[in-house]
Nanobody, 123 residues
Framework: VQLQASGGGSVQAGGSLRLSCKGPGRTFSNNAMGWFRQAPGQEREFVAAIGWGGPAAYYADSVKGRFTISRDVAKGTVYLQMNSLKTEDTAVYYC?????????????????WGQGTQVTVSS
């Protein structure tokens, strides 16, 4: 199963972007989904995750209060609204899906990944 991530781009610090992630059809409508990011020379890190039937969402401390993860069940799409962007948010952002509905911050438990979308924040 291939996830399709989109919405990346270049923005100035303080700006906003919304990333989207979609699987085929309504796949993943009731599965846990997550966003991770990887900056050049750094390891992939957790950004946000949303589950089904449990805790609403988890966020990395670095994005709390600025990023919001949400899902449109009918469209089988997960979004990452990113506000008040900082230069340190620059990275390739990946969406991921689990076969489980349980929310997780651990990249190792995700079964499906998108191709990544570049987010560049300039000062």
């Amino acid at each position: 199963v291939q996830l399709q991530a989109s919405g990346g781009g270049s923005v100035q610090a303080g700006g906003s972007l919304r990333l989207s992630c979609k699987g085929p059809g309504r796949t993943f409508s009731n599965n846990a989904m997550g966003w991770f990011r990887q900056a050049p020379g750094q390891e992939r890190e957790f950004v946000a995750a949303i589950g089904w039937g449990g805790p609403a969402a988890y966020y990395a401390d670095s994005v709390k209060g600025r990023f919001t993860i949400s899902r449109d069940v009918a469209k089988g799409t997960v979004y990452l609204q990113m506000n008040s962007l900082k230069t340190e948010d620059t990275a390739v952002y990946y969406c991921a899906g689990r076969r489980s509905a349980a929310i997780s911050m651990d990249a190792g438990v995700y079964n499906y990944w998108g191709q990544g979308t570049q987010v560049t924040v300039s000062s």
